[in-house]
């Protein structure tokens, strides 16, 4: 699992595999300069400072030349080897977060397509906080696995064997006393690794909830203040706070233990090599300058086998993200298009599809066929639904609180499919339509008006991007919008959503109103439009609405039965069934739950 969310999640860099290409060029050229730095300092102390020739690359010429050109030139040397390797380690960091940020890129533009297509069951299910954690941060796993994981990976190992090899070939005996401490570095990093992770892992869960806290608060707000419980309040947030720095000093303590351990192996190796390396020069099997070679290496030694040793937790970590990422973009779509989906005339995908003589000619009328629907498997919310609207009738939902009338509203864009029966258009299952098509033939004013971070005049023209300004104000004239607009600052251009302009629940069910007016779609679905509309407000709102349920086919859920006085037909929902259906006045006759409410609204 963990091998397979690895190969997988790197995929998403496959893309960049010639920019991979030159930067493993790079490393390779890093790396073998990273070796040969200390190199100078060592011919210098051996051929210049003292009286040993130089290496038998360096060709006889050299030999001859004075101490001090060759001093000069090792001198250059050094300067080359260290700006050309800060230079190319560089350009290799450089490519490798370019390379790491593309895959990061990648992979939230496709969770977030995913996201927009999932049904809202599966919002229903999951927290938003998660998903939001989900597509921000666990997408960084990616990013890790490609830079931490594989390139930290070949570039230590890489490292590592090089060295290794140069250093036996200077003295053999040296190098594997130079290796005796790298079991001690590796239990170490692993004891105090795992502390370091968990620590840290509980340090983050602590601080994720200060961060819910205040999140929670700011929206408890009204309520914390009306019954002046700050103080309560602060006591609980101050214990939080305190346990979040208690967890953090933890995690760094085990830090700073790790850091130690290192410290005492790295001591440990180094007096072990500057004794024994020291008995060697003093037996002739070693140069001063070699031993310089060897004590520089020594301490570069430690970093690639530090990352060796870490490289599998990093990995274990990023891939355990990845899988909460694959979770989402590895969730069915539910709703889909089925293999024959007819296109609806008029809608876009008709003007593109090469055969559009299939395509339905909607005329608005609408069927629920023995529809039954629940959201879980052993739940059902709407049971045997059936009922027939012609084209350009209007039907009002009512019903007790949490029975089923916007989930019945919902079925119609589909949403959500039905467990049975069938949810028809002009007599064809939704289900073979083309899902797109169907939903711009529908337009929505949802129960809890929605508003995005656009102008007021871009969250009216959503459904009908450039629609003119007198097209958009037509709408908000009719949803009783204009008025409260125009006395903004900004007026239509003004901003709306959160830090923006502040709009009362009304008027932001008003501007839904107006997108709905403004779409002009055949079918209307207005989930209780005006429920938070003054009565004045309310009235013009209801002729607007009237006036446009007169072309089109509406279903209206709704408490006032002010709301619905012109509709053709009523239909109560009780239980999750169709207890009544009929016109208004053959409702108001019967005995039930309608004449019930008529009368006691009077
Ligand atoms: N996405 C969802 N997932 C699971 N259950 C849901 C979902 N939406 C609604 N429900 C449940 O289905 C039932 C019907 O809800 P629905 O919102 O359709 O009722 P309603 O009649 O419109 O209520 P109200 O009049 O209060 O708006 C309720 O018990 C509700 O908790």
Excluded at 16 to 35: E, F, K, Y
Excluded at 42 to 47: E, H, Q
Excluded at 335 to 355: C, E, V
Aim: aromatic share 8%; net charge neutral; proline share 3%.
């Amino acid at each position: 699992m963990l091998m397979n969310n690895s190969f997988r999640a790197l995929r998403y860099f496959r893309r960049d595999a010639p920019r991979i290409a030159v930067m493993a060029l790079l490393l390779g050229a890093s790396i073998i300069t990273n070796l040969l730095k200390p190199w100078p300092l060592a011919i210098i102390v051996d051929a210049v400072l003292g009286t040993k020739p130089l290496p038998g690359w360096f060709g006889a010429g050299l030999n001859a030349w004075p101490k001090s050109r060759l001093l000069i030139l090792l001198s250059v040397a050094t300067l080359i080897l260290h700006l050309s390797q800060g230079f190319l380690s560089a350009a290799t960091n450089y490519l490798s977060i370019k390379v790491g940020l593309q895959g990061l890129r990648r992979v939230r533009n496709e969770v977030f397509g995913r996201m927009e297509k999932l049904s809202m069951k599966f919002y229903h299910g999951s927290k938003t906080g998660d998903l939001i954690y989900r597509a921000t941060w666990d997408t960084y796993s990616f990013q890790t696995l490609f830079q931490q994981g594989l390139i930290t990976f070949f570039t230590a190992l890489l490292t590592l064997i090089l060295m290794v090899v140069v250093m036996c070939q200077i003295n053999v005996s040296l190098t594997l006393a130079s290796l005796a401490t790298a079991p001690l570095l590796v239990i170490s990093v692993k004891y105090f690794g795992k502390k370091m992770r968990e620590r840290g892992a509980e340090a983050q869960q602590a601080d994720s909830q200060v961060t819910s806290f205040i999140q929670q608060t700011i929206h408890a707000l009204p309520l914390i203040q009306s019954y002046t419980s700050e103080q309560d309040e602060e006591r609980k947030f101050k214990s939080q706070t305190a346990e979040a720095q208690q967890k953090r000093l933890s995690q760094h303590a085990w830090e700073l233990l790790y850091w130690l351990a290192i410290a005492v192996a790295f001591s440990i190796g180094t007096a072990a090599i500057v004794w024994l390396g020291s008995v060697q020069v003093i037996n002739h099997k070693l140069t001063v300058g070699e031993l310089l070679v060897f004590t520089a290496y020594l301490a570069q030694l430690y970093e690639p086998l530090n990352q060796l040793s870490h490289v599998g937790a990093t990995v274990a970590n990023a891939s355990a993200g990845t899988q909460r990422v694959f979770e989402i973009l590895d969730t069915k779509e539910e709703i889909i298009d089925s293999p024959n989906a007819r296109a609806i005339a008029g809608s876009n995908s008709t003007t593109r599809s090469t055969s559009p003589d299939n395509s339905l000619q909607l005329t608005g009328s609408v069927q629920f066929d023995h529809v039954s629907f629940g959201y879980e498997k052993d739940q059902t919310v709407l049971s045997d639904i059936n009922f027939a609207l012609e084209a350009g009738q209007s039907l009002a939902i009512i019903g007790p609180s949490g029975v089923g009338k916007t989930t019945l509203l919902n079925l119609l864009p589909r949403f959500f499919d039905p467990i049975q029966g069938a949810v028809r258009l002009d007599g064809v299952d939704t289900r073979d339509l083309k899902l797109a098509d169907l939903r711009s033939h529908i337009a929505v004013v949802p129960q809890e008006p929605i508003l995005l971070p656009l102008t007021i005049a871009e969250n009216i023209a959503y459904g009908k991007p450039g629609a003119s300004l007198e097209e958009i104000r037509d709408a908000a004239r009719a949803a009783n919008a204009d008025s409260f607009i125009q006395k903004l600052a900004q007026g239509y251009n003004t901003v709306v959503g959160e830090g923006a302009a502040p709009l009362s629940v009304g008027e932001r069910q008003r501007l839904n109103l107006a997108r709905a007016f403004l779409k002009d779609a055949q079918i209307l679905l207005l989930d209780e439009p005006t429920s938070a509309l003054d009565a004045e407000s309310e009235a013009s709102v209801i002729a607007s609405v009237e006036q446009l349920m007169r072309k089109r086919t509406t279903l209206i859920v709704a408490h006032r039965l002010s709301t619905i006085q012109r509709v053709d037909k009523i239909l109560v929902l009780q239980d999750g069934k169709v207890t009544q259906i009929g016109t208004p006045e053959a409702l108001i006759a019967q005995q039930g739950y309608f004449a019930d409410s008529s009368r006691a609204h009077r």
